[in-house]
């Protein structure tokens, strides 16, 4: 304890000094006196503030909704200001001297950074304003004596377009002055989003113009105590930050724990919660009796001292008694200490039992949290004030949820178990106390007398004395009288055979030695030569005992109780073997279900899918088939395409192998579409080309026609304008006078040709065998020229000329007329036949002779094709039909390999060595304790680490993998057990010290090593291990 | 006196009581049956000259070779008492003041003019002095209103054409309302455009002929072809021992010179006659006339020759005279209220009675009127008829070597 560190070097200064050195000191006592009083005083201090507990509490309570709100704050400040939120995080730290904490900052930037990032401002922007807001906000609260959070909402009402608000902190604008502002700035076309962050804009310009005298209000008023205060309150807030952030974490886990607890553990936590809180009940008052004990212990001592230190002047007579009275109140004092220590380290010891029995139940991380609050400075009594609220609501949620009670029940009397025995170890603590108090009665009385004695040497009266003590108690010195004496009652022997008995068993003893020892009379003359004798002397006490009745009888029974155990854990092994026998025999039969149900699914599923759906047939007549062919191929692959979604829904296929065989599927049927759409463009084009030839053979013949060739050779007109132009002199009779007269007459005229239709006939023909030459030759030109092939068409429809016709012309023209005519019609058809060929080959480039040969071309390229999609259809079912059994396959064989592998793994387990496992559980169990027990840091990682691999050997000898442990056994190095470990070829063990991938566990881990040995020697930005 | 005496101004109003000579029952004079001087109703002629202040009236051309406009008259009636104030109501002919009512103006008795009031024009003076005066035209706006159709007429004369014209369906004239001569030259068979204007097609073919076609002072449209001539009974003697004139006005000069005339007709050809003494002496001057109707070439030859022989030399011709009617006696007044356009007058007129008196036939183109309280005067605008033609059994125009066979 340290206030007995404290003391005792005093005590020590009075008994070594003699009376003439004491009085040599005398100068240097009255400053040791000084300073013991003060440390009195602040023990003093600190058991009052044992009793603030409550107050204590609800800060810590206040700080960790404080840190939580800040946690809040923190997450929503880098959601809004992104890349820039460190730099508001800064800033939020900076304006504790502006009256604002962290926590309030951060909100407050929170607040205005959203509500500018909405008005369009980047988020540059808003972090820059929103310190600049921030701060003005702070300066017109302080300056229109508003509150923070009102200037705040002002200003983001500013925003909205809402001015009332911000008149008050004497701000005034309206609406009309932004749009003045925008339109002189040349913004007044604006709409939307660039209206509305051009609006933003204006006004935050205006609003710090407008605000400028209340600009750094809050630092010229640093003074005064409206100042003084805020700055006093963001200090505190960022102290309640500062405390409760260290408690978020195990806080957390112990909330996350509870709830776990309460949904997984059920009602037989309850019995655990009961029994604790039971023990808490004890314990609780306990401690604080012990606390009052000492608080009405130390008063005293104070008034004593005080009185001793004040009065040194006379206490130089009768220094010896004083420094009695001094000595018997301090010896009194470090030995309630040392009590009291042993009593907090009884109740200590039993908790860590109780946390121990916990530590394999469920509750493991909710005491691996309390642990860590007590490693960080709780304190036993918070712990336990904490334990038992968190446990009392936890106890009553469980209660409350319906579960099974035999789950986990032997856990549950054990937990139980443990809580009894602390409250027994706490009852028996309170009876120590009692009889410490009771001593405490006689130690009051000796030292009343020796005080008496002493005030009558100095000349003075106890009562006196006595009177100037009381003048300094508190009220509490009457009830704690009343403790002290009690507390001795009960306490002494007890206490220190309790501490005896941790003493000797640390120390190796066995139980019957340390019974024996501590039930002998003088028992404490034994244990403390055994305890200056050390572990060696004590070892050879033990063995001396174990010759005794008691020794054997201890040992036949340790024995026995070593073979019990040796057979529960053979039963225990054995039972872990069988499990895992029993546990891979139901997932073997579970796999292999699953194998022969999908075989025969599969085998059905193949059969009518192929006979169903993946057959595609090719239409052989094109053309009446037009369309049809495609449409269904389209089907087809519909079909297939809904098969295979079918199987892969129903797990027959991978999704690999779906996608796999879709688009393949998809793809052949393009192709086959393409085949498809090339065979009706084909037909198409057949069609056209017999169209062409017809129309081109009849225009050709037309203009041959006689009748249309004489058509042409009909009587002609002239039309002919006729200016006639006559000029005279005419005289008037009456005076003979002569006019020049002229007259001009302009008239159409109509001119009659006669011709000879015999040779018109025959100029007719030969007209026309030089247009066709001339079409011909034009036509071929065109096509060199690249003329559109419908154009070409175009220019056949329109033929080569209509000719007249007359029998009676070709009967007066005569046989040479019509022989003529004869040999320029052979020209004109064959001209018609070249044109043809051309045609044909311009069009198709396939033509074979001017007609037939040209439709058999086309014939023989469909015949082609039909061929072609006939193979590649072929070839498609075909194809489809094995890539659908392979993809079918492949599932099914992999359920086949699971079942067998599950077959494998089973006969393996059927072999494990029980031997094995024992021994193998018997190094997991010394490596547990091992760890129990205070380790250095190094040393328990290097256990925890064996045990690890020690746990990893275990899976594989349940497995049957391994069946010996290769010469495994405690003791060894981790270097050692890694070496032997790794030989036996499990794989678990193996893994252990492997990174395997996928591992993401080792992975990181790894990495962390290898990140602190970085950072022991540089630094390391950031790391990850990918997902 | 006021000279109004002997002017009557009526106007056709469509009043259904009072003012009028309506039937009236039970009366023995306005009270007969089928007596057709007391109707039930209708537009009948009203005297109002009480009312009238003034009139004028203007009818003719001013130039030879210009068409006839369409006459006009403006009277001005004495509005005191607001008799031609559409406005008010205790007018007698309350309703009526509005447009397209007929008038009518007679001088003595001799209708001068009829026609329709275009205009009421009301003018109030501040002393009281109110005038109403109505402006009217006479019947040449209802043709200039008519489109025809498109058609090919006949071969047919000046007249011919124009009575069919006239009786066509788009026109659709009074077979009253007209005094159209036969006509002397052959029109073709042209055809006519589909909305060609009635009246400028009218006033096409009597230049083709050429004659007069204008709207005459009892309201009928009036054809008067070439070879229309003067008579020795109509003949009006103005100046010497005549009527009187109070003013003479005299053209000499280039006004109607032309000594290069170029005619020509639609689908035919084209005539030149030139006089190549004059144009020697006065340079070219020009007439021309285009799109004539003739259906030969060679009634272009006799336009173009005439229209040479008339005008290719400078002539003493009496463009007008004014004669003051209310000077004359009684029966000369009646002579000068008989006159109308063609009217034929043969003027002397010595000037400053130095020398020998210069007589002249000439055709009247131009009657104007002007009549007040205090006076009437008559303006006669007039055609040279030095080649006037010669006229059988006539005393004066059928004398031999004198006139003209007209062509």
Known sequence: ?1027 | MSHLEDEKVEVGFDLTSGYGPFLTLDDPVSGKLDDPDWTLGGTIFYDITEHVRAFSISRGRSNLFQQFPAGGASVEFNNHDRTFDPLYTGSPFYGQIIPNREIRITSGTAVQFTGWIDDWNLTYAPNGDSIAEAVATDATRLLAGRNLSASTPAAQTTGERINAILSSSDVDWSAGLRSIDIGSAQLSDYPIDANTNALNYLQQVAKTEPGNLFINKVGQITFQDRTVGPTSDSLIYLGGTGIPFSSVEVLYGSEVLYNQIVVSRLGGGTAVAVDSDSIGAYGIQNLTESDLLFDSDSQLVDLAVNYAAQYSQPEYRFNSVEVRVHKLDETDQDKMYGLEIGSICLITFTPNNIGDAITRYVEVIRVDHTATPEEHIIILGFKSLDYASLVLSDAEFGKLDTYSLSW
């Open chain 1, 1 to 1027: 304890m340290a206030l007995a560190n404290l003391v005792l070097p005093i005590v020590s200064l009075f008994k070594a000094a003699g009376i003439n050195q004491a009085r040599n000191a005398l100068g240097g006592l009255n400053k040791e006196m000084g300073s013991l009083g003060g440390t009195i005083g602040r023990a003093a201090g600190a058991f009052a503030g044992f009793q603030a507990l409550t107050s204590a509490q609800q800060f810590t309570v206040q700080a960790v909704d404080a840190t939580q709100r800040f946690e809040r704050n923190l997450l929503a400040l880098n959601q809004v200001f992104e890349d820039m939120s460190p730099r508001i995080e800064n800033f939020s730290k900076q304006v504790e001297n502006y009256g604002l904490s962290q926590q309030q900052a951060a909100q407050a930037s929170v607040f205005l950074g959203s509500v500018l990032k909405q008005y369009g401002f980047s988020v540059s922007e808003s972090a820059g304003q929103t310190e600049r807001l921030v701060t003005l906000a702070q300066d017109l609260a302080t300056t229109y004596g508003y509150d923070v959070q009102d200037a705040l909402l002002a200003i983001t009402a500013l925003f909205r377009g809402e001015y009332d608000p911000i008149e008050k902190f004497g701000v005034a604008m309206k609406q009309n002055e932004i749009n003045a502002y925008l339109a002189a700035q040349g913004l007044g076309d604006l709409e939307g989003a660039e209206l509305a962050n051009a609006q933003a804009t204006a006004r935050l310009t205006l609003l710090f113009d407008r605000a400028g005298d209340s600009v750094g209000a809050f630092a010229r008023a640093s003074d005064t105590l409206y100042a003084s205060q805020q700055r006093l309150n963001a200090v505190m807030g960022n102290l309640q930050v500062a405390a409760g952030a260290p408690l978020q974490e195990p806080l957390a886990k112990i909330n996350n724990s509870l709830a776990e607890l309460a949904q997984d553990m059920g009602p037989q936590v309850v019995q655990i919660f009961e029994a604790l809180a039971q023990a808490v009940d004890v314990v609780a008052p306990l401690i604080e009796k012990a606390g009052r004990f000492v608080l009405n212990l130390i008063a005293p001592l104070q008034q004593l001292i005080n009185i001793l230190t004040g009065t040194f002047a006379l206490a130089l007579a009768n220094i010896g008694m004083a420094l009695d009275v001094v000595n018997a109140a301090l010896s009194m004092l470090n030995k309630f200490l040392d009590a009291t220590s042993s009593i907090f380290a009884l109740v200590e010891l039993r908790l860590k039992q109780f946390f121990a029995v916990l530590k394999d139940s469920p509750m493991a991380p909710l005491i691996d949290a309390f642990e860590w609050l007590v490693n960080n400075g709780m304190g036993v009594v918070k712990i336990f004030e904490k334990i038992g609220d968190e446990f009392t609501k936890a106890g009553d949620a469980a209660r409350a949820a319906a579960g099974d009670f035999n789950q986990s029940e032997f856990g549950a009397r054990q937990a139980s178990s443990a809580a009894r025995r602390v409250g027994s170890s706490a009852r028996e603590a309170q009876e120590e106390l009692d009889n410490m108090a009771a001593a405490n009665s006689a130690w009051t009385d000796s030292w009343t007398a020796k005080a008496q004695a002493w005030a009558e040497a100095n000349g003075t009266t106890l009562q006196a004395l006595k009177e100037s003590a009381i003048a300094g108690r508190t009220g509490a010195e009457e009830t704690g009288t009343d403790y002290v004496g009690d507390f001795f009652r009960g306490m002494a022997e007890g206490v220190r055979k309790e501490a005896a008995r941790g003493t000797l068993e640390r120390l190796g003893a066995t139980a019957g030695l340390i019974d024996k020892i501590l039930g002998s009379s003088g028992w404490e003359e034994v244990f403390k030569r055994i305890v200056s004798s050390g572990k060696a002397g004590l070892k050879e006490l033990q063995q001396e005992f174990n010759k005794t009745a008691d020794g054997i009888d201890e040992m036949t029974k340790a024995l026995e109780d070593a073979e019990k155990a040796q057979q529960a854990l053979r039963d225990a092994a054995q039972k872990m073997i069988d499990d895992n026998v029993a546990n891979l025999q139901a997932e073997y039969d579970r796999l292999k279900s699953v194998y022969d149900e999908m075989r025969k699914r599969a085998d059905e599923f193949i059969r009518w899918s192929l006979d169903n759906v993946a057959t595609v047939e090719i239409l052989p007549n094109f053309d009446v088939q037009l369309g049809r062919f495609e449409a269904a191929i389209v089907s087809t692959i519909a079909g297939i395409q809904s098969e295979l979604t079918s199987a892969v829904r129903s797990g027959l296929i991978f999704d690999n192998d779906y996608t796999t065989l879709k688009n393949w599927v998809q793809t052949e049927s393009e192709a086959l579409t393409k085949i498809a759409k090339d065979r009706d463009a084909l037909a198409k084009r057949y069609a056209l080309s017999e169209s062409l030839i017809s129309e081109y053979q009849k225009a050709i013949g037309g203009a041959l026609r006689l009748t249309n060739l004489f058509g042409k050779l009909k009587d002609e007109t002239e039309q002919r304008t006729v200016t006639e132009v006559t000029q005279g002199v005419v005289t008037l009779g009456n005076s003979l006078k002569e006019f020049g007269i002229t007259v001009t007459r302009s008239y159409e005229e109509t001119i009659q040709n006669v011709q000879d239709k015999t040779a018109g006939l025959l100029q007719g023909f030969r007209d026309m065998a030089q247009k066709s030459r001339d079409f011909a030759s034009n036509l071929q030109k065109l096509k060199a020229l690249g003329l559109d092939p419908m154009l070409f068409n175009q220019l056949i429809d329109a033929g080569v000329e209509a000719g007249g016709e007359t029998a009676q012309a070709l009967v007066d023209g005569g046989s040479e007329t019509i022989n003529e005519m004869n040999s320029i019609f052979d020209e004109i058809n064959k001209l018609g036949a070249e044109l043809g060929l051309d045609l044909g080959q311009t069009m198709y480039d396939t033509g074979k002779d001017m007609t037939y040969g040209l439709l058999d071309g086309i014939r023989s390229e469909q015949e082609q094709l039909y061929n072609l999609a006939v193979e590649m259809a072929q070839t498609f079912s075909q194809t489809f039909k094995d890539n659908f059994s392979v993809a079918i396959e492949a599932p099914v064989a992999v359920a086949k390999k699971a079942a067998d592998d599950a077959s494998a793994a089973l006969e393996q387990a059927k072999g494990a060595n029980v031997d094995a496992l024992m021994q193998i559980e018997e190094l997991i169990q010394g490596a547990n304790k091992a760890l129990e027990g205070p380790l250095s840091s190094v040393y328990r990682e290097g256990v925890a680490g064996k045990l690890g691999a020690f746990e990893a050997l275990k899976q594989d000898i349940i497995s049957g993998q391994v069946t010996d442990l290769g010469g495994l056994t405690k003791g060894l190095t981790s270097a050692d057990v890694k070496a032997i470990g790794t030989g036996t070829g499990g794989t678990n063990i193996t893994n252990y010290y492997t990174i395997a991938p996928g591992n993401k566990l080792q992975q990181r881990d790894t990495l962390e090593t290898l990140v602190s040995n970085t950072n022991a020697n540089g630094s390391l930005a950031s790391y990850g291990v990918k997902a």
